[in-house]
């Protein structure tokens, strides 16, 4: 399928990036200014800003609740933007659209990026949320059942580490594991996956830009070969948690999200590989207005609920 019409028509209308080496602070100011203002934004019963006390320090957090129940199963979300862009503002509209389909708390986690924190700072963050989210249960109201960790893009790729670490430390509390167009393979040689080749310009996210991107956090330590950096260079897969993980035709990195949930089912584990036709790599992001697209927030309510 050719790439939807209303996804077109935006990508057409952006300006060129500028010339030279990307700029952090910049890019960041650009995205914040795209923010709407808070009652312009998708409501929910309750939104907090709180602080979540983890074993390796203070993470920001904002807590999500979709009604006023008194207890609530849990889900952690980690927002994408290549390690160095992305805030608990910039994806605050997930965060609430997930709250508000799936029924769930969501604690969104405002982990450290990179270039000014190295590996594995982030990574860090969103397991030290996801083991304080579990022990502080009764403070946020968690109902002791679902305990899920979704993500998107380099979220995806934080969100599938932390359930990695998870098993290998015996904590077996995360339920679920939700993947948006992950990024699980920081190797970009293009002969690794046909989709890096068949969706390398034109679609938003190109091929050529995924090294220069990523080069924040690879420079500050991370390395591609790790299976903490590119879960899908972990050997065993058994023991993780059921994961729901959704693809976008025109996006570099389908095929490495397609091929992890291959892995994951070849390994035991209850895995959905569902992709979007017509939809570029960030459309839970910037498109799920779109009611072809805000299916995604259905379809991870459907899985989380056991549908």
């Not at 996804?7 to 990036?17: C, D, Y």
């Not at 200014?33 to 312009?40: L, N």
Request: charged share 20%; glycine share 12%; with cysteine.
């Amino acid at each position: 399928m050719a790439l939807h019409p209303k996804i077109a028509e935006v990508l057409a209308a952006l300006p060129a990036p500028p010339d030279g080496p990307l700029d952090p602070a910049a890019l960041r100011a650009g995205e914040e200014a795209q923010v709407p203002p808070p009652a312009e934004r998708l409501p929910v019963h309750a939104v907090e800003d709180a602080t979540a006390r983890t074993a390796h320090g203070d993470v920001p957090v904002r807590i999500y609740t979709p009604d006023a129940a008194p207890a609530h199963g849990l889900l952690v979300y980690i927002h994408g933007g290549a390690f160095f862009l992305g805030s608990l503002n910039t994806h605050d509209h997930i965060a609430r659209s997930l709250a508000r389909e799936t029924g769930l708390k969501v604690v969104s986690v405002g982990y450290r990026l990179a270039p000014e924190n190295a590996f594995p700072a982030g990574l860090t963050d969103c397991y030290g949320v996801v083991r304080w989210a579990a022990g502080d249960g009764a403070g946020l109201g968690w109902d002791g059942a679902t305990l899920a960790v979704a993500g998107d893009s380099s979220g995806g790729t934080y969100a599938a580490a932390v359930t990695a670490l998870a098993r290998d430390d015996g904590f077996d509390r995360i339920t679920h594991q939700v993947l948006y167009y992950p990024s699980l393979d920081l190797d970009f040689d293009t002969g690794r996956y046909a989709s890096l080749r068949e969706n390398a310009a034109g679609y938003g996210l190109e091929t050529a830009g995924l090294a220069p991107f990523n080069a924040f956090y690879l420079d500050g330590g991370a390395d591609p070969a790790d299976p903490l950096v590119s879960p899908i260079k972990r050997a065993d897969l058994a023991g993780l948690p059921p994961a729901l993980i959704v693809t976008a035709e025109h996006d570099p990195l389908r095929d490495e999200g397609e091929l992890y949930g291959a892995r994951l089912k070849e390994a035991g584990v209850d895995a959905t590989v569902s992709r979007y036709a017509g939809a570029g790599h960030g459309f839970v992001q910037h498109f799920s207005w779109l009611p072809e697209y805000h299916r995604a927030f259905e379809e991870t309510r459907d899985f989380l609920k056991g549908r």
